[in-house]
């Protein structure tokens, strides 16, 4: 392990290590919490993203693309779990969705303006089965979002049985992001060769992960207890603090791997990382998420405002256009994060 890591991994320590602090010493600022939890949430992130690209460098794109997305999603799971426990539906909705925007849009517009802008001809070039793949699990995803948001604006009879219907959507999606994984994960058989040898043993990055994937939890509850507070101190939106803060936050330093890995020219990696983290949260988070609601203080369904159903959609929409064809430039990346720009603007104006 290099000295820089070395000291990161102090560092996020003695973060993790404050944000307890701060949340049980009476008197301290709830904004200053809240600043110090994400702190150590986008420190985890990194360890969560550093641990697994090391395991990563034992396999190809594909594998090591699904290994950072499933432990990187690990902080926003229980920031979202926490958030039910604690009644902030709000919240916890519009961090699902904002992890999905942020990342398909935001994340993935830096990821093609950085790996465009190294290529001679402008052009960043990657397999397009991917985001095709992603496409299609997040319109699957977004298909029951609008049919219920339908149901719902018309006051129709199956208005009254959302919770039902979310209940049995979340199995079929998640049944059909079980079989997607298992036949994209076959396509990775074949590890593509290192530059870089793996600098952390199996059993080192597996104790890294065990143990960040525990003060993860830790850290979501500070994080969630001092969200309310610095909302009302700042006079900002539920819906923009989960959709832009805590989406941005939760997803930080995974997304700064994606970029990284398209400024080195690694386009198949960059793109595999930022649109695993897409198809997951669409297709496997959210519907988890619905199924263990059921055992919180509030029940997660894809009942949601129509405003974010038509976000989704235009988002699918959008991302497939760019991308399916497995070619983008520059100008189809700024055009990705305008979207993103627009949308946290709406947020910012909702309740």
Known sequence: MRPIERGLL???AVATATAGVTRYVHGVSSVLAFVVATIALAGLAWIVSFATEQL????????TGFLQSTVGNLPEFFVVLF???AGQLVVAQ????GSILSNALLVLGLVIVAGANRER???MRFSARLPNDTATLLLISTLIIILIALTTGSHDPASHHSRTISIVGAV?????????LMQY????????MRVDRPRLSIATSLILLTVTGTAAAFVSDWFVHAL?????????????????IVAIAGNAVENATGIVMAAKGRSELAISVVKNSVAQIAAFLYPALVLVSLLTATTLTFSLAPVYAGALFGTAVIVWQVTGDGEATVFEGAALITAFVILATVAAFES
């Open 172 to 180: 079929a999606i998640l049944v059909v992001y079980g079989l997607w």
């Open 228 to 244: 309310t507070p610095t909302i009302h101190s700042l006079h900002i939106s539920k819906a923009f603090a989960g959709l832009v």
């Open 94 to 97: 519009t961090a699902i969705l």
């Open 121 to 123: 001809d402008g052009v």
């Open 56 to 63: 990563g460098e034992r396999t190809g794109p594909a594998v």
């Open 185 to 192: 994960l076959r396509s990775d058989a074949q590890p593509a």
């Open 10 to 12: 102090a560092a996020v």
């Open 83 to 85: 958030a039910l426990n």
